[in-house]
């Protein structure tokens, strides 16, 4: 419900804090698939915030912070999301 009054007032920006944390997967990759058609076809920029690697691999720039500070940085370019999602798994792995 949040999301769809996001997106009724057409803003300039979206954010999300842990959008579809309380989502079933087919409701969370309904709406990650939104966000990215938004981005997409109105050119409005999402900034999310997740802890979770699927989510974030439907982003096409993603920042690592840890303890304040921006760790790392990847960039999703022509990889397809099920490779980023593997290269965010990777980098989590060896981000301590």
């Given at each position: ?7 009724v007032s057409k803003p300039a920006i979206l954010f999300g804090d842990e959008p579809t944390g309380a989502l079933d997967s ?71």
């Open positions: 419900m949040a999301a769809a009054r996001a997106l087919n409701s969370a990759r309904d709406l990650l698939e939104m966000l990215t058609a938004v981005n997409h076809d109105q050119q409005v920029p999402v900034l999310l915030v997740t802890h979770d690697p699927f989510s974030a691999s439907y982003c096409q720039r993603i920042l690592f912070i840890k303890d304040g500070q921006i760790g790392q940085t990847l960039h999703r370019e022509d990889r397809t999301q099920q490779a980023f999602y593997q290269e965010i798994l990777d980098t989590l792995g060896t981000f301590n």
